[in-house]
């Protein structure tokens, strides 16, 4: 069984920067495209950015696009989420998995940015 592993979470304020990690147990992610979604309180969970299997392309919400970024690095079996110019609004729970066919659902990582 694959368990998604979220991390990097924590209290922000607007402008600022925070990195969030994603790993796996049970299965490497390496071959597999893999998405960053979040869950705001009371909200469906939407994908915010994506990564294709060979790290080459990749995509974004518009609500993110020019201020995070996603990447991938299969030595390390991680998928990062880069995210500046932290806004209220990304306040969130945000999870990884991948992009079709997805995995239980990890536990994610809480991001509060305050004002």
């Known amino acids: 069984q694959v368990q998604l592993l979220e991390s990097g979470g924590r209290l922000a304020h607007a402008g600022e920067s925070l990195k969030l990690s994603c790993t796996s147990k049970?299965?490497?992610?390496?071959?597999?495209?893999m998405a960053w979604f979040r869950q705001r309180t009371g909200e469906e969970r939407d994908r915010i950015a994506r990564?294709?299997?060979?790290?080459?392309?990749?995509d974004y919400h518009h609500s993110v696009a020019g201020r995070f970024i996603i990447s991938r690095n299969d030595d390390q079996n991680t998928i990062d989420l880069q995210m500046n110019n932290l806004q209220p609004d990304d306040t969130a729970v945000y999870y990884c998995?991948?992009?079709?066919?997805?995995?239980?659902w990890g536990q994610g990582t809480q991001v509060t940015v305050s004002t």
């Open positions: 049970g299965r490497k992610l390496e071959g597999l495209t």
């Open positions: 998995n991948r992009d079709q066919q997805m995995f239980d």
């Open positions: 990564v294709t299997f060979s790290g080459r392309y990749t």
